[in-house]
């Protein structure tokens, strides 16, 4: 039950543990002197742009609050600029008043400098060839915009060139050294989903010319580290967590910062690896965007963060009592801490008296005091419900009544349910939607009525539900005239064009982009068509989430637990293959970077062949056994290994593989390589299953696995919950858990993005 942290923390020195605010946590050591500073800059509302956003004052909050509760920040070292404090002028003053500060810091000392921008990125057209800072290939600077910024661009902005000579100033000579996150996009685009895009669109076409533009291509000092919200053809989504906002990167930061204990282990490149892998173990991120790293020292992505040696501490968390209630109390740790609703702690009246190894099944582990269940969960701050266990069933517990506070310790983390949450609108215009509509709306087409409240059959758990507010959702169905499209609401960074060749001229352009279309025209045939694609993107997400959730990240951070069974996966670059396509030779695929940026991600363009190795990681035991899946960007499954030649034929390909054995998948694949089909392009996924005993989990592509099994391991029963909506009996009787992470199977997911050949598209040079 307890992780492989807990473990190493078991052994901890007598702490000093303080009691903070509600974003609070638990500090044991004090930060280095080394002097700190921080430019936190919000930009939701603007004064002459209709393009608002809504989380960035969120951002901001959580970042200060992250720094000076996690790192050690005084209120004196942050600066923060929201709105209408945010003008250019007024960016730009507070840039050369942090370089001044950073100028009279005595000699010896180097200081830690964090710019954090939340709002829109944009471009303006690049200085002419033979300028200084003529820098770009493409003709276009990125720009952050400002509070006064005007809509086709101008003075105000605060250019790219602006930005390298600021850090320039800071670091030149090993003065600071810093980092600089930018929660925003500057190119790219999207399908238009729920959530808001943090680019603001200019009309922008460079002058042509027949000279080659003289650029000189500008490099970060050392020191310096760049963590961008996404890539150059990507764009930045809004993300909504619960009832409040934040910028995607931002909120996915602030989680992994507040909720990583050995901060001192952390450094930048794996900060970006844990935040990757939270967007792939969320069931509400979809097709997230990539974080960048830029850099001038390679050596910096491996420095710590902000400087945090000395920080490191347990994960345990403060608990206090509510006035007049002994059954509830408040723990000051929240969502921005991922504390989730369903999450299991145990209750002890110190942390000297904390067992931080859990032993499964006791009623008790160490001298606790008692259990709570995370009830709500808010950013900061989690209200919980005591219990205790009594015959391997939960029940309540009231506190004593001298009760004051305590400390929590996580036994059983809940990753959350698999509902698919989705939202109906119609479409206004290009850029507006109506409100959400009810189901008892009259305007409501009966196809979309229908296929919504009739989606969940009898005997399933009720893996959909229908949002008719402007709270949080998952998917968006939007609706425009005959048509309708499905559009994911978070974390859209390239969605394919898939309307049907013989459609184009009759299908609004308000769909374009999204899945679909649907003709609400077809009556019964749309509603299964409808159903259909919601129960097939229910399953993919999820079984990626799933996957993600039981791998350890290449990070070496935990994400849900260390898999039990030790399977890795290899994405190969085929460079010799037999008559039959069996791989001869091949090499690991590496990560399309570039000395400037560092994006660690795997790219695949079109005609590219590839392969996979299955590797059995364990040193010796028993033998595991295998199923590979693929997942494209338009939610489709399909079978890698055991082959199926058909539906209904028997699988083909041994499973099997002793401990220290691998496998190269018999046969090759080509990216998009069906000549009758659209090139499909965005993200993909390889999912590797393994587990104890022979599994027949490639049946997943054949849209659904048998109703009726006479045994199911403990993972087939999970993805019988979680991708083909069968419950579980007894829902809501949960029993204590017995061991949080189930030794019989394991994954890992390995992710790639499909993008056109390079002549198609231009590359910035951050990318």
């Not at 910062?257 to 935040?275: F, G, K, T």
């Not at 999820?542 to 039981?550: D, E, F, G, H, V």
């Not at 056994?625 to 890698?640: E, F, R």
């Not at 392009?681 to 592509?701: C, D, E, K």
């Amino acid at each position: 039950m307890a992780s492989a942290l807990w473990n190493r923390l078991q052994f901890a020195l007598p702490l000093i543990l303080l009691l903070l605010s509600p974003f609070g946590s638990l500090a044991i050591a004090e930060p280095s002197n080394r002097p700190r500073f921080a430019l936190l800059i919000g930009v939701g509302q603007y004064e002459h742009l209709r393009e608002t956003l809504d989380g960035c004052e969120n951002d901001v909050r959580a970042m200060q609050q992250m720094l000076q509760n996690r790192f050690g920040f005084a209120d004196s070292d942050i600066v923060t600029l929201l709105d209408a404090e945010a003008s250019g002028a007024a960016i730009r003053k507070e840039m050369a008043r942090l370089q001044e500060r950073v100028s009279k810091v005595d000699s010896g000392q180097t200081p830690v400098v964090v710019f954090h921008f939340s709002g829109h990125g944009s471009q303006v057209l690049d200085q002419p060839s033979g300028d200084p800072d003529c820098d770009e290939e493409d003709g276009l600077d990125e720009t952050l915009v400002p509070y006064d910024a005007i809509q086709q661009g101008g003075d105000q902005d605060i250019r790219d060139d602006e930005i390298y000579r600021f850090v320039d100033n800071i670091c030149r000579d090993g003065r600071a050294k810093m980092w600089m996150v930018l929660d925003c996009c500057h190119s790219g685009t999207g399908a238009r989903g729920v959530t808001k895009v943090r680019k603001l669109q200019r009309d922008l076409r460079p002058e042509p010319t027949t000279k080659k533009r003289r650029v000189q291509a500008k490099r970060l000092p050392a020191g310096a580290v760049f963590l961008s919200a996404c890539r150059s053809m990507e764009v930045e989504p809004e993300y909504h967590d619960g009832d409040k906002p934040y910028g995607l990167l931002t909120r996915f930061l602030v989680e992994v910062l507040n909720q990583e204990s050995a901060v001192s282990n952390l450094s930048y490149d794996l900060l970006r690896e844990a935040i990757v892998a939270r967007y792939r173990s969320s069931g509400s991120v979809a097709q997230a965007p990539t974080p960048t790293l830029e850099y001038g020292d390679p050596n910096s992505l491996k420095e710590t963060i902000i400087d945090g040696v000395g920080l490191d501490r347990p994960s345990i968390w403060p608990v206090q009592s509510i006035p007049g209630d002994r059954e509830q109390v408040l723990m000051t740790a929240g969502m921005l801490h991922g504390v989730t609703a369903g999450s299991l702690f145990e209750l002890y009246e110190s942390p000297d008296s904390a067992q931080w190894d859990a032993t499964p099944n006791a009623s008790s582990n160490g001298d606790s005091i008692g259990w709570i269940e995370v009830e709500t969960a808010e950013g900061g701050s989690a209200t919980c419900r005591a219990f205790q266990w009594q015959d391997q069933q939960k029940t309540p517990l009231r506190l004593p009544t001298d009760f004051r506070k305590a400390f929590a310790i996580e036994r059983h983390h809940e990753h959350g349910d698999a509902i698919l949450k989705v939202r109906v609108v119609r479409s206004l215009d290009a850029s507006q939607d109506s409100r959400p509509l009810t189901s008892d709306d009259a305007d409501l087409p009966e196809v979309v009525r229908t296929s919504l409240l009739s989606a969940v059959r009898g005997q399933e758990s009720p893996w959909l539900k229908w949002v008719g507010d402007e709270s949080a959702c998952d998917y968006l169905l939007r609706i425009d005239g005959d048509y309708a499209a499905i559009f994911p609401a978070t974390g859209v960074s390239h969605v394919p064009d898939v309307v049907t060749k013989d459609r184009d001229d009759e299908v609004p352009k308000s769909l374009i982009g999204g899945w679909g279309p649907f003709d609400l025209r077809r009556g019964s045939e749309t509603v299964t068509q409808l159903q259909d694609a919601l129960r097939r993107i229910t399953r993919a997400r999820n079984l990626i989430a799933l996957a993600s959730r039981q791998e350890t990240s290449t990070s070496g951070l935990p994400q849900g637990g260390q898999s039990p069974v030790d399977v890795a996966l290899e994405l190969l670059t085929v460079e010799e293959a037999d008559a039959d396509y069996n791989i001869t030779k091949s090499s690991v695929w590496e990560p399309e970077t570039s000395d400037i940026a560092h994006s660690a991600k795997l790219v695949m363009h079109d005609g590219d062949e590839y392969g996979f190795r299955i590797i059995n990681k364990e040193a010796a035991g028993k033998p595991i056994y295998v199923t590979v899946l693929h997942v494209d960007s338009n939610m489709g499954i399909d079978q890698i290994h055991p082959w199926q030649p058909e539906a209904g034929a028997a699988a083909e390909g041994e499973q099997k593989l002793e401990p220290g054995e691998s496998l190269v998948v018999p046969g090759y694949f080509v990216c998009n390589g069906e000549e009758d089909e659209k090139p499909i392009y965005g993200s993909r996924w390889a999912i590797v299953l393994a587990t104890r005993t022979p599994n027949q989990f490639h049946l997943l592509a054949q849209g659904g696995l048998p109703v009726t099994r006479n045994s199911a391991s403990p993972l087939e029963t999970l993805l019988l919950e979680q991708t083909e909506f069968k419950t579980r009996g007894g829902f809501g009787r949960r029993r204590r858990p017995k061991n949080q992470y189930d030794d019989s199977w394991g994954a890992t997911a390995v992710p790639w993005q499909v993008v056109p050949q390079p002549q198609q598209f231009t590359i910035g040079p951050a990318e």
